[in-house]
Structure formats: C-alpha cells, structure tokens
C-alpha cells in the first residue's frame, strides 16, 4: 500500500455496513480500502488464523459495543450491581486481543465505548460507583491505559460523534430492523476521525498555517483605523471571538505547527499592531515568516513555503476575503484553502473543523519548532553579513551528534521517517515498534542525528539506516529534516555512513534511491555527491572514508 | 414550497445519502421511474436504511414523527418503495 492509500479491516459486534460504506467513498484523502469482518464475531476476527487478515490489512478500526465486550456490564445494564473487578477482567481480556492484532498493524483504531442509547442508567447517581456511566468510564480508561502501552494501538475519543445529529445518533429502527447500532451521522464523523487519524499516522498532518491579518486574526483594517481601532478581546463578541480565534491557533503552534502571515497591509503598520496592541495573543516571534506587502498572495504564500523549507502540500491558508480564497487556490491548488465563515464567532469553530494537524505524539521539537524557525530566521540574517557561503559555514560551528537508536528516542525517530518527504532516500514508513523492530535485526544499524550551531539546537533532525548484504552495506534509510538542509548536514551522515560501513566489515556502501513525487532533492544531492552513479544506485567504495566537511564537529 | 416539492426534496436527499455508501455501480437512480425494491437495486437493509433516512426527514420537515416500516405500507410487494415517483407521492401525501 502507498503512503495514500489503506487496506483497513472493520471489526464490529454491529453492523458497521454504512461505515463501510462512508469510508470507501469518501473523497478525503488517503483511500480506504475496507476489508469487512462479519459482524458479531468480534474476538475470532482478531485472531490472526481469520481469513480477513488474508487480505493483508494494513490498519484496522475495532468499533465494539460495551454490552457486547463485557457480560459484566451487560448485566449492569439489566440493574443488577456487578463487582468492579468482573468489568476489569473483561476489558482486560478484550484488551490483550487489541494489542496481540495491533503488533500486526501500522494502527489499530478503537472508538472507546458510549453509554448505550437505550440506557437511562441510575440518572443523577450514575456517576457514582455501581452507576452504568461510572462504570463506563472505568472500562475506558483501562483501555486506554492498554493503548499507551501498545504503540500501534490507538484509542478514539466517539462521544461527540455525531453530535449535529440533534438526538438521531441512534435510531431504533436501524438497530431493530438492521443491527446498526449509530445513525448515519455518527458513521460520518467516524469516517473523518479515522481519515485524520491515518493522516496523522502517516506524518501527512499540515505542517504550516497562512493567516491573513485584517478581519482574520483581528476585527477591522489595521491600516484604516489604526492599532487602538481594531476590534480584538475586551467586551466585544467580535473582539472576544478573534482573540479566542488567536487563543486556538496558539495552541496550534505549541504543539509543532508553524503560523505565518501573508497580508496585504503596510509591514510596518501591521507589525506595530502585533507588537503593541494590548489584547494580541500572537506576538511576532509566534510566527515563523511573513510576507506583508501589496503584492499577490499566491506569490507571498509560495514565497513563505519557500522560505520556511516546506512543501505546498502540508500549508492551509486561511483569509476572510473569499476572492484572496479563490486566488491562492487557483494558483497553488496543493495548499489547503477552506472556505472560512464570513461570522468571526464561528472562527474556532471552523479551525477545529479541519481536522488536519492530528498528531500520534508530541515531541520536545514539535513543542520548539517556532522557535526554532525564529532562530533559523536569525541564522539567515547572519548569512546575508557575511561573504561566501563557506565563510558563512564556518561560522555557524555545526556540531553533528550521532546516537545509536533506542527506546529513548524511538519516537522522535519514528515521526522524522513518516514525515520527511524532500529528503528522504527511500521514503520508507515504519511505526516506531516497526521501526525498533528493524532496527535490532541481524546486520543492521539505525542512527539518529542531533544538529546544533551557535544559533541554537536544531534537535533530532537526520537518521540513517543501514545494512549488511555480504560484503555491501546499504543505505536503508537517509533522512534529514528540511531544517537543516543545505549546512552539509548531508555530507557529514555521507561520512558517518562510510565510517559504519566500514566498521560493519563492508566493502562498499550502496544508496538506492526510490523516488517518490517529494524525493528528487535527495536525487539532486546524491547525484551531486557520487560522481559516477548506476542509474538511480549510488555506491562508494569503503576503502576510503567519505570526507567530512570541515566546518562541521562529528561526534558518536 | 408545496407538499410535492417538499416530498421530492426529502426524497432525493435520503436517496443522496444512501448513494454516499454505496459503490459506483450501485447507486440508486433520481427519476421518477428509477426502481427502487423489489426490481430496483435496493436489498432489505438499504430498504431499512431509506426507512430511517425518510423517517427523520419527515420529522424535520413538520415535526411530527411517522412509521414508514408499518406492516401495510411494505405489504406483499415494494409499495410505496417500488420506484422513486412512488414513494414521493407517498411521501407527499403524508405530509
């Protein structure tokens, strides 16, 4: 399967056919093929003898009612009281089933349960112990509690799915006449959960948001009425609704997506704003580059993505003016440009709406990453000061750190691998268990890279995979982050590979790239880089060591 | 907006939204004389999954709550579900 597609198995004690069905469908990306498990036999069709794992699904999405995994629960729901520890040793029995399935998946996705539609419970006393919902909690969060163990095994929140159903979540007539346990609009928003969910676990999460300022990320036009005059937090809904708009966006940044600004005002007039106004929740260095001027927006926003290093495919660009809209979207039809509300009280809303910078795990870089940029913006400065590029080089005292992959930093390592396009030799994807797996198999080796200068770290930002053949080492795996391109990053992994190669007992060390739509700068750096290539296989005879760039410290 | 219209409006869309699960070579016709059960294309669960669709639809539309599942309506053959212009006269009429 390619990165945009899957084969996912559905697994269900309903009939989950209208989820099928949604899911084959629909036109979000990636594709979904659906293998189906006959319903109702949920513990056998995870069992690996089952011929629906005949179909090699890749993923699989295990949607089970809580009266139909737990007898103990059932009971409770009949009114009768049950020890708590009947409930846990149910979940923990369908628990053990999860993981043993998951460790034969990129994902295995499990809806967590809801109060059944036809149980009223205890009502007030629900949540108390011997309530259904008390008890529903309970078995949720021992199963979550399951899934952090289980690195391919992820737990979806369900309870709001289908909330714009007002009360036609569940339908009695579907249920009695058909087994579907959920209304259509439940398996609607399911089907857009997963899709994120696969998004995210293929590292296709959008990486960079372009925000227009006026009427966006404040009320009113900067340059009309001034900075005092915008309409931006204090008693005012449109004021509140921008800056909670802000607020959210925020939050985005913190966790790894960069903001930047393409707008048409006077820069200077616009960064007064920014910098001044009382109420703003996004200063200048949340944002990672902006382009501030009367020109084209298409042209700024492409300018921004060149800038920033990153692809068109991983921006959204959000502007109120439905003509700029129309304009970037015509011009750079793989950035993301939703139609916005013309209402700022349903900003929020329509961010959250988006569902495309999911994340499976937050890394200390993620957390960093705008700041990161700022620096980086900091180190472009310094580059414009000084003469030659290799001045420049020299200037930066470039210290490479490689580290045996382990545990400690598995995630991190799993994340660069699935997200790295431009850069990446053989665009390999590997969960993190998957990718420790490999990692330990007889004559191999996976090192990580930690990139630092004098303007900052750069953090985990290059991997390298490698593996012995007889007497030829090859490169599994070549990846560097778009961060630090071009610093001869590169060239001191070319080194550290022909250094292991050797050490690994080979003679001669073979790059085979695999290109992809992203790949050809890893092409254009190995073509320039091996001089006499055979096709798209690149080798160096170990004899010698690749050369180490001066500028740069390596150290093991 | 009159009942006809309103009936062909609720109809479409509940047919819209089954043909959203369904594949390519499955989808359910929009005409007047597209069949649905019986000689159409539809089996008993996508006949249970119209019902459902029709159902709310009606509900929103005038707020009152009908059962289309009734033994008479369905009866020995498709009824009102045998084609497309069926089942919005049917659905025009309770109205």
């Known amino acids: 399967m390619d990165v945009n597609s899957h084969r996912c198995l559905l697994v269900s004690d309903f009939n989950a056919g209208p989820l099928a069905g949604y899911l084959r469908n629909d036109a979000e990306s990636p594709v979904v093929e659906v293998v189906e498990a006959p319903y109702g036999a949920v513990e056998s069709a995870l069992l690996p003898e089952h011929a629906a794992w005949q179909q090699a699904p890749d993923c699989a999405v295990v949607w089970t009612r809580p009266q139909a995994v737990s007898a103990a629960f059932a009971t409770l729901c009949q009114g009768e009281q049950v020890e708590v520890q009947r409930l846990e040793e149910d979940v923990q029995r369908f628990a053990a089933l999860l993981a043993a399935a998951s460790r034969r998946l990129r994902a295995l996705l499990v809806p967590l349960w809801t109060v059944p539609a036809l149980v009223r419970g205890l009502g007030v006393g629900d949540l108390k112990q011997g309530g259904v919902a008390w008890a529903l909690l309970h078995m949720n969060a021992q199963l979550v509690r399951c899934a952090e163990e289980e690195p391919q095994l992820f737990a979806l929140e369900a309870q709001h799915w289908g909330a714009a159903a007002r009360g036609h979540a569940f339908d009695p007539k579907l249920w009695y006449m058909g087994k579907i346990a959920f209304a259509n609009p439940v398996f609607r928003d399911a089907v857009h959960e997963i899709k994120a969910a696969l998004r995210a676990l293929d590292g296709r999460s959008k990486k960079l948001v372009v925000l227009d300022l006026d009427e966006t990320l404040w009320g009113g036009i900067v340059g009309e009425v001034g900075w005092r005059g915008l309409r931006l937090g204090g008693h005012d809904h449109v004021g509140e609704a921008h800056a909670d708009f802000q607020r959210a966006l925020k939050a985005l940044a913190q966790r790894g997506v960069l903001l930047a600004l393409a707008s048409r005002n006077e820069e200077d007039v616009a960064l007064e704003a920014i910098d001044t106004h009382p109420e703003m929740v996004l200063r200048r260095d949340d944002f990672a580059a902006w382009r501030i001027h009367w020109g084209d927006k298409a042209e700024s926003v492409a300018a921004l993505v060149q800038e920033l290093n990153i692809g068109l495919q991983d921006v959204v660009f959000i502007d109120d003016s439905a003509a700029e809209r129309a304009r970037v979207r015509s011009a750079l039809p793989e950035v993301l440009v939703p139609e916005w509300p013309a209402d700022p009280t349903r900003y929020v809303e329509a961010l959250a709406a988006l569902r495309c910078f999911d994340t499976v795990s937050l890394s200390r870089e993620d957390s960093e990453r705008t700041q990161l940029y700022a620096v980086e913006r900091r180190r472009r400065q310094s580059q414009a000061k000084v003469s030659s590029l290799q001045q420049w080089l020299q200037s930066l005292e470039l210290q490479v750190d490689a580290v045996r992959l382990s545990a400690d930093h598995s995630g991190r390592a799993a994340q660069l691998l699935n997200k790295t396009n431009q850069m990446n030799l053989r665009t390999r994807r590997l969960g993190e268990a998957e990718l420790l797996e490999w990692a330990a198999g007889p004559g191999r080796e996976f090192w990580i890279f930690r990139v630092a200068d004098r303007f900052g770290e750069a953090g985990l930002t290059g991997l390298l995979g490698l593996e012995k053949e007889s007497e030829t080492v090859c490169v599994s795996d070549f990846v560097l982050s778009c961060r630090v391109m071009g610093r001869q990053v590169e060239e001191a992994i070319l080194h550290f590979a022909t250094q292991r190669g050797w050490q690994m007992g080979g003679q001669s060390l073979v790059a085979q790239y695999a290109a992809t739509e992203k790949n050809k700068p890893c092409l254009d750096l190995f073509a320039r880089l091996f001089p006499e290539p055979n096709g798209h296989s690149f080798g160096w005879d170990l004899a010698q060591l690749f050369p180490l760039p001066p500028h740069v410290q390596l150290q093991i | ?95």
């Open chain 2, 1 to 95: 907006m009159d009942k006809a219209e309103t009936a062909a409006r609720i109809v479409s869309e509940a047919i819209g939204e089954l043909n959203l699960q369904r594949g390519a070579d499955e989808q359910l016709g929009l005409q007047a004389m597209a069949a649905l059960f019986g000689a159409g294309p539809l089996d008993s669960l996508g006949l249970v999954q119209l019902i459902a669709e029709l159902e709310n639809r009606i509900e929103d539309a005038n707020g009152r709550r009908v059962n289309l599942a009734d033994d008479e309506i369905l009866g020995e053959d498709a009824g009102p579900f045998a084609s497309v212009g069926a089942l919005m006269a049917y659905v025009a009429e309770i109205l």
